[in-house]
């Protein structure tokens, strides 16, 4: 069984400052781990994803995560907020298990950058 | 634009009633996923096909179906519908299906039942 919890419902940061999503996760088994943003209007697009390589994982936009086993967790940050990062942001997990593997994402954080 | 392509975008239908959705897939992709996005529930996995075979289901009730066909494009239908259906509905793609591979979302199927 797989889950992820995504801490805050909405997030608001000023412009340019820390961006920090949370997002833990419950797996049985080594998961994959994606964190996918969510524009308003339009489908998910995915910012990066961890696959057991490197444990710190830069995606697009600027955004970067660190898995940490010890604590269950695949936290998103960005150093500094822009304006057009506002969205929704979904964490999500898959089994590390070969195969066709079902992806369960959180209930997702929504991101208000304020001017 | 993602290249996964939704139709509709917008449906309203009355309560009972059956629909289908559309998804046309990125050109390459051999899978497609099926999810659910509505407020309470946030994002629900439905269903993954993978070159037209059944690969993996989720929370997908017994009056939704969903095929994929031979072009590889995959159609959900939603029968005896209820006010609770009403939510977005995401089509996703991907080359292998495997767990690991990004998924690439369309833009949705808005439906609302009334």
């Known amino acids: 069984a797989q889950s992820v919890t995504q801490l805050g419902s909405h997030v608001s940061v000023s412009e340019g400052a820390l961006v920090l999503l949370r997002c833990n996760y419950s797996?049985?088994?080594?998961?994959?781990l994606f964190w996918y943003v969510q524009y308003p209007n339009q489908g998910l697009q995915l910012l990066l994803k961890y696959t057991s390589a490197a444990t710190l994982v830069k995606g697009i936009n600027g955004f970067e995560a660190e898995f940490k086993k010890s604590e269950t967790s695949f936290h998103l940050t960005k150093p500094s907020a822009h304006m057009s990062d506002a969205a929704e942001y979904f964490c999500a997990v898959s089994p590390n298990s070969g195969g066709y593997q079902k992806v369960t994402f959180g209930i997702g954080t929504k991101l208000q950058v304020i001017p | 634009d993602s290249g996964v392509t939704q139709t509709p975008k917008h449906l309203i239908t009355a309560t009972g009633q059956r629909v289908t959705l559309r998804c046309s897939p990125r050109?390459?992709?051999?899978?497609v996923y099926w999810y659910q996005q509505s407020l309470d529930q946030g994002l629900q996995f439905l269903i993954q096909y993978y070159n037209g075979e059944e690969r993996a289901k989720g929370n997908i009730l017994e009056r939704f179906s969903a095929q994929q066909f031979p072009d590889l494009h995959s159609e959900l239908n939603l029968s005896s519908l209820e006010l609770g259906d009403s939510a977005l509905y995401f089509c996703a793609s991907s080359v292998t299906g495997y767990g690991d591979t990004e998924a690439f979302f369309g833009q949705g199927t808005r439906l609302t039942v009334v």
């Open positions: 050109s390459g992709d051999l899978s």
């Open positions: 797996s049985s088994v080594p998961p994959y």
